[in-house]
Each structure stands twice: as C-alpha cells, then as structure tokens.
C-alpha cells in the first residue's frame, strides 16, 4: 500500500483536492482510499441513532452494517490518539491511500496553496513536500502545478510512488 499526502493550511483547498484526485486516480484504475485527520471531537452517527445510543452506553466499539457499506466506530475512552500507522495498520489492502493532514509525519505529500489566503508556505520548512498546487505561480525551486491540473497532479503522485 502506497501512500501520499495533501496538506496545507486551512481553507487551502485540501478536501477539494484530496476528492478530485480520489476521483481521477479511480478512474485510472487504481483503488484508493483515505485518511483525515480532525483536529476536533466528531461524530459519524447521530443522536438518538441505535449506535449513538450503544456508543454513549459505554460500547468500546460499535459495527454498523449493511447491505450497501460498514462503518466501524471505535470510542478511546482515555486512550492517546492512535498514530497515522496505527490507522494505516486497519485499512483494507488497496493501491493508494491519500492523506489530508497528518502534515508533521514524514510521508511524500502535496501542498495545497491559495494566495488569497495569505498564508506561508509550508514546502519552505517542510522537505516531504514533493509538490505545491497552487493558484498562482509561485518563487520557490518545488515544482508546482495548478491546483485545477488534478491529470497533472494525479500524474505526478502516481510517478513520484513509482505506480505509472
């Protein structure tokens, strides 16, 4: 299992990327899948659902299935957040998982950049970004590509993991 990641600071564009490239690196043939980090409590199921309520209970996990998909939702009740390759350990075998965030772990990753945001790129401090995608033109010695050139992108991942 490869994998790569796409990082940037927020509001850079990085979910966006990060579905589009789902969507073009399928549609070549390779499976993928993902990994999000949050930097927040979440919930995947709801109040008042049958497995919000076994969850709330004290279940440690709940399992959720059906005929279209399964869901896993696992509660750490005081335990450390579990590492990325602690999360990458459970995933199914696949081609290529893609990952936004995680940008402090050391795996190749791509870098969401939007002027308009005013934010400092993060390729400047950071060597395991190969790439920036970017909406201007930028002065750096990265190479870049336009963050709507999701061919060129997805050329680029699948080149630089050596899956061309």
């Not at 990952?99 to 060597?127: C, M, N």
Request: negative net charge; aromatic residues 4%; charged residues 25%.
């Amino acid at each position: 299992m490869k994998i790569y990641g796409v990082t940037g600071w927020k509001n850079n564009g990085k979910t966006t990327l990060v579905e589009r490239l789902v969507s073009e690196i399928t549609a070549r043939g390779f499976s993928v899948s993902t990994i999000k980090h949050a930097h927040h409590a979440f919930d995947v199921d709801h109040k008042g659902r049958d497995s919000y309520r076994h969850r709330v209970a004290g279940a440690r996990e709940v399992l959720v299935g059906s005929g279209a998909r399964w869901a896993l939702i696992h509660e750490l009740r005081d335990e450390p957040e579990p590492s990325l390759d602690q999360l990458l350990a459970r995933l199914s075998p696949c081609d290529l998982v893609l990952i936004e965030g995680y940008k402090r772990d050391s795996h190749p990753k791509v870098e969401a950049h939007r002027t308009a945001a005013g934010q400092s790129l993060i390729a400047e401090t950071d060597p395991t970004i190969r790439l920036i995608a970017t909406d201007t033109p930028l002065d750096t010695d990265r190479p870049q590509l336009h963050l709507d050139d999701i061919s060129g992108i997805s050329g680029f991942i699948l080149n630089d993991l050596g899956l061309s």
